[in-house]
C-alpha cells in the first residue's frame, strides 16, 4: 500500500485505498487552528500584493525582530524559514553523519531528513500503555552517546506533552554530554499551560527550539517558521540557507501574525473547552482516546487490531482521518484527528456512533 506522507491533500489517501471521493468531504487529518486565519490578514492581503513585484528581505529583518522581542532574545538567535520542513532540512546537514535519537511516535520528516544525511539513526519508542510520556531514565541514559535528540512537543501525533521538569531534565542531560536537543514547538502555543523551552536558549548552547506560524495562525500555504538557538548555531544553519528563503507575503503574514495574541489566546481556551466535549462524548462510546493536551487526538475502537475497517467507513461518508500507518510504534492501530469547528465536530460524532451500532 502507497500510504501518503501526512495529512491534509485527501485525494491521496482516497486514491490509495481505492475508495470513492464523495464530492464534500470534511479533512480531519489536517491540524490547523478551525478558525482558519486571523481576520487581521484577510484585512490587510489587498494592501501586501504591492509586495510581490520586488524580492522579499533576505534576513526578515523585521519579522525576526518581533520574534527576538517576544522570546527576549537578540536577533542574531532567530532564523527565518520556510515552514518548519525547512529548518528540519538544514538541522540534517548540520547533523550529517552523527548518531541520531528521535522520539517515537512523531513527524517522520525527522527520520527521512536525518538518513537523507548519512546520520544513524536510533529510536527511543514510547508506549501506548504509559500514555506515551513514560519515565525518561533510558532516554537519560542513550544521551551520552549521541550526537542529536529530537523531541517533538507536545507530541504529533499523540498531542501529549511532558511536565516542564521533565524537558529541562532532558535538557541539561543534554548539554552535559555535548547532545544538541531540538525541540520541535509546532504546537507549543496549544497547550492551555504554555512550556517552551525558548527562555532556555541563552544558557544552553546545544538546545535548538523550532516554531511554526502555521498551525495556530493557520497558514500553511505560506510556509513560515523560525528557530531559536545560540548565534553559532543560527549562523552555521543559515549559511545552508538559500538566499531568500521566505517569500513576502510569508514575511507579512507573520508580522501580523505575531501582534494576535488575543487570537491565539481565545483558540486556545475554546479548542480545550471543544476537546474535552469531544472526548466525553467518544468514551462514553466506547473508544480510546489519547490524553492529549492541544488541538489533535488519536483514536481506536478497541474491538480493532487494526483500524483500516474505520478508515474506510469515514472515507466513503466523507470523513477524512490521519492514517498512523507511517507511525513506528503506531503502525495503523490508531488514527488522528484534529479538532475542528463544533457542527463538523459534531458530524464525525454521528459518524462514529453510526459505526458503533453498523
Known sequence: MNWPLHGSNPKYLYESLDV????????????????????????????????IVDYPDPKGERLVELIAAKERLSNDAVLLGNGGAELFTLLGQLLAKQKIIIVQPTFTEYEKICRANGC????????????????????LE????????????????????????VLLEILAACQEHDCFFIVDEAFEDFLEERRTLAFCVKEYSRLIVVRSLTKMYAIAGLRLGF??????????????????AVNSLALLAGECCLQEEGYARKTRRWVAKERLRIHEALRSMGYILSASQVNFYLLKDPLLADQLPLLTFLLAK?????????????????????VRQAKENDVLLEALGKWKQH
Open 20 to 51: 470513492l471521493k464523495p464530492g464534500h468531504v470534511l479533512d480531519f487529518s489536517v491540524n490547523l487552528n478551525p478558525f482558519g486565519p486571523p481576520p487581521a490578514i484577510k484585512e490587510h492581503w489587498g494592501s501586501w500584493l504591492d509586495h
Open 227 to 244: 528557530l531559536l538557538a545560540s548565534p553559532e548555531v543560527v549562523a552555521r544553519l543559515r549559511s545552508f540557507q538559500p538566499y531568500w
Open 120 to 139: 544513524i539513526v536510533s529510536f527511543f519508542q514510547l508506549s501506548e500503555e504509559s500514555g506515551w510520556t513514560q519515565d525518561t531514565d533510558l532516554l
Open 318 to 338: 466523507g470523513i477524512v482521518p490521519r492514517h498512523t500507518m507511517n507511525y513506528p510504534g503506531l503502525d495503523g492501530r490508531w488514527l488522528r484527528f484534529g
Open 142 to 165: 542513550q544521551i551520552k552517546e549521541a550526537d542529536a535528540l529530537f523531541l517533538c512537543h507536545p507530541n504529533n501525533p499523540t498531542g501529549t506533552a511532558y511536565p516542564q521538569s
